[in-house]
T-cell receptor
């Protein structure tokens, strides 16, 4: 089955700096890669996603890049703010009759210091 | 608010007992997913239903079972509970059951087994 690895597990940045979180996946058939943000004690919330026919996607301060050949994708947050502090999860899934099973990475705890 | 409703929010029960977690998907969503989040295992996919039928199965224990009813709400039944079953259980829903469909998470049910 699919295996998703995420690095780093913790990331501390100064407010205004950029943050980058990287994920690798094992199943070359995976074609959907969402990123979720989870604040303490709350539900995961989708912040951005990318499909395998696209190499990069941007939404204001966040962007995701995908390298299908290397089987890795990354989340970039620019001009970080204290409210960006949370745990971020990457995930992968693939089209199949077997449904929409998301395999998550282990999570990255991002701390933005004011 | 994602529109996905989970009850109860908190549940404390003893080892060996059985509990039922309930999920109401967003209006119009046909697919429901169950995920387990524990400190050492991260977010693990348990099972997916689409329009009443099981669509995909993950690492769900035999002691656990789920179903989706005609009104599309879903229940996750956990029996012969062990201390290690203590976790956050999330339900998510999506419009369709295929990969690449955005999944919206509920607020979760925190299960504590004592």
């Amino acid at each position: 089955g699919e295996n998703v690895e995420q690095h780093p597990s913790t990331l501390s940045v100064q407010e205004g700096d950029s943050a980058v979180i990287k994920c690798t996946y094992s199943d070359s058939a995976s074609n959907y890669f969402p990123w979720y943000k989870q604040e303490l004690g709350k539900r995961p919330q989708l912040i951005i996603d990318i499909r395998s026919n696209v190499g990069e996607k941007k939404d204001q301060r966040i962007a995701v890049t995908l390298n299908k050949t290397a089987k890795h994708f990354s989340l970039h947050i620019t001009e970080t703010q204290p409210e960006d502090s949370a745990v971020y999860f990457c995930a992968a899934s693939r089209s199949s009759n077997a449904g929409n099973m998301l395999t998550f990475g282990g999570g990255t705890r991002l701390m933005v210091k004011p | 608010d994602s529109g996905v409703t989970q009850t109860p929010k908190h549940l404390i029960t003893a080892t060996g007992q059985r509990v039922t977690l309930r999920c109401s998907p967003r209006s119009g969503d046909l697919s429901v997913y169950w995920y387990q989040q524990s400190l050492d295992q991260g977010l693990q996919f348990l099972i997916q239903y689409y329009n009443g039928e099981e669509r995909a199965k993950g690492n769900i224990l035999e002691r656990f079972s789920a179903q989706q009813f005609p009104d599309l709400h879903s229940e996750l039944n956990l029996s012969s509970l062990e201390l290690g079953d203590s976790a956050l259980y999330f339900c998510a829903s999506s419009v369709t059951g295929g990969a690449g469909t955005e999944a919206f998470f509920g607020q979760g049910t925190r299960l504590t087994v004592v």
